[in-house]
């Protein structure tokens, strides 16, 4: 199992444009969270996926939206893109939406979007 | 509203000195509270969480709801130990499986 995967690695996009990002859960996982990581900040929750709908949303305007796909995977959709929006964004996986004592959130590795 | 306050952006230790991680938090229910690690060039893992009550590579945290902290410890620390240090907070009652993350603290352990 490779884990959470996200592609791509890197992106560089400018001011306006639009960018989606693509995660793919950790295998048996079914609910995926993003974080945005901006340059010395810790991780902040974006939103969360779970049976193809968002369950939970953090502070972020409706530029941010998402997707997931029946196979768990998701994708993250950044449009009108800002020189604010340039950060790390993660993808975390677990089992189920709710959280619980017996469930632990996976991280995928990251993508860099730099907006010019 | 979940906050999670990590008052040192770096902790500078010597080789076997103690290490105590800082992390208080803010929120109004009944919170779960982790630690995440991240290694140079590795993704970001979950290094312990308070209900488990268990000592991952020697390091440990107790959460004290009186005084809303739960600060990471080490009696010795260890040159592999460097790394970025998260404290996060998850609301329990509601609060789904979001996750609210301190600003870090970067351990370098010097020899």
């Known amino acids: 199992d490779a884990g959470v995967t996200q592609s791509p690695t890197h992106l560089i996009k400018t001011r306006g444009q639009q960018v989606t990002l693509r995660c793919s859960p950790k295998?048996?996982?079914?609910?995926v969270s993003w974080y945005q990581q901006a340059l010395g900040q810790g991780p902040q929750f974006i939103f969360q996926y779970y049976e193809e709908e968002e369950r939970q949303r953090g502070n972020f305007p409706d530029r941010f939206s998402g997707h997931q796909f029946p196979n768990y995977s998701s994708e993250l959709n950044v449009n009108a893109l800002l020189l604010g929006d340039s950060a790390l964004y993660l993808c975390?996986?677990?089992?189920?939406?709710?959280?619980?004592?017996?469930?632990?959130?996976?991280f995928g590795p990251g993508t860099r979007l730099t907006v010019l | 509203a979940q906050r999670v306050t990590q008052p040192e952006k770096l902790l500078s230790v010597f080789k076997g000195a103690p290490v105590e991680l800082k992390c208080n938090y803010s929120?109004?229910?009944?919170?779960?509270l982790f630690w995440y690690v991240q290694y140079s060039r590795q993704r970001l893992q979950l290094l312990l969480r308070?209900?488990s009550r268990e000592s991952i590579k020697g390091f440990t945290a107790d959460l004290n709801k009186g005084e809303t902290s739960f600060h990471l410890k080490k009696p010795f620390a260890q040159e592999e130990d460097s790394a970025m240090y998260y404290c996060?907070?998850?609301?329990?009652?509601?609060?789904?499986?979001?996750?609210?993350f301190g600003t870090g603290t970067q351990l370098k352990v010097e020899l």
């Open positions: 295998s048996g996982h079914d609910t």
């Open positions: 308070h209900i």
């Open positions: 996060a907070l998850r609301g329990v009652t509601g609060g789904g499986n979001k996750l609210t």
């Open positions: 929120y109004s229910g009944s919170p779960e």
């Open positions: 975390a996986s677990s089992l189920g939406p709710s959280g619980g004592a017996g469930d632990t959130q996976y």
